[in-house]
Nanobody, 118 residues
Framework: QVQLVESGGGLVQAGGSLRLSCAAS????????MGWFRQAPGKEREFVAR???????YYADSVKGRFTISRDNAKNTVYLQMNSLKSEDTAVYYC????????????WGQGTQVTVSS
């Protein structure tokens, strides 16, 4: 059974930084594409970033240049380094696992709250 557990959320002032972590178990982590998504109050969940098993990355325009996704296959963990945070980054952040390109993100974590105060 796949389990994804996010951590690292919290309250930060605008302009500050946070690093989210997502620890995976029950999955062949190194072969999966891992993604980060977020959902703000009253809004639909949106894509933030993803990293393929090759290490290639892709970002939403809204976070490009500020957020960095990375992975440590030895630790079965994916990270999201968030810099220059803005109030509009406030959301619950979720990590998700995609078994192969084009597949759905079938497995999700429980989410971690990020609140950016202005």
């Amino acid at each position: 059974q796949v389990q994804l557990v996010e951590s690292g959320g919290g309250l930060v002032q605008a302009g500050g930084s946070l690093r989210l972590s997502c620890a995976a178990s029950g999955v062949t982590f190194s072969s999966y594409t891992m993604g980060w998504f977020r959902q703000a109050p009253g809004k639909e969940r949106e894509f933030v970033a993803r990293i393929r098993r090759s290490g290639s990355t892709y970002y939403a325009d809204s976070v490009k240049g500020r957020f960095t996704i990375s992975r440590d296959n030895a630790k079965n963990t994916v990270y999201l380094q968030m810099n220059s945070l803005k109030s509009e980054d406030t959301a619950v952040y979720y990590c998700a696992a995609q078994p192969f390109t084009g597949a759905e993100y079938a497995d999700w974590g429980q989410g971690t709250q990020v609140t950016v105060s202005s």
